[in-house]
Nanobody, 121 residues
Framework: QVQLVESGGGLAQPGGSLRLSCAAS????????MSWARQAPGKGLEWVSG????????VYADSVKGRFTISRDNAKNTVYLQMNSLKPEDTALYYC??????????????WGQGTQVTVSS
């Protein structure tokens, strides 16, 4: 069955960095776009970033553009989110999601369990 397992969350200081990873299994990873989404306490789900199946195109929410970088390694069935210049407002539970198309359509059919990111001094 499809599994998405996130890791790499934790506590970071403002201005610091974290790298999230999502290990995928149970489907042909290289055929589908992947995205990261987040949910802050008391707020709705926010899409953060997506990457095409072949890694050729990446897209970002305005709130993270220039600070976050999404990438993928299709040989390792893993998608990453490098987060730099972290802000307290980046504090959230971060989810890895699988799209139903090779492009970023934001039509997700599977989600991971989430990894917590807390940005605080």
């Amino acid at each position: 069955q499809v599994q998405l397992v996130e890791s790499g969350g934790g506590l970071a200081q403002p201005g610091g960095s974290l790298r999230l990873s999502c290990a995928a299994s149970g489907f042909t990873f290289s055929s589908y776009a992947m995205s990261w989404a987040r949910q802050a306490p008391g707020k709705g789900l926010e899409w953060v970033s997506g990457i095409y199946s072949d890694g050729s195109v990446t897209v970002y929410a305005d709130s993270v553009k220039g600070r976050f970088t999404i990438s993928r390694d299709n040989a390792k069935n893993t998608v990453y989110l490098q987060m730099n210049s972290l802000k307290p407002e980046d504090t959230a539970l971060y989810y890895c999601t699988k799209d139903q198309t090779p492009w970023v359509a934001r039509e997700y059919d599977y989600w991971g369990q989430g990894t917590q990111v807390t940005v605080s001094s």
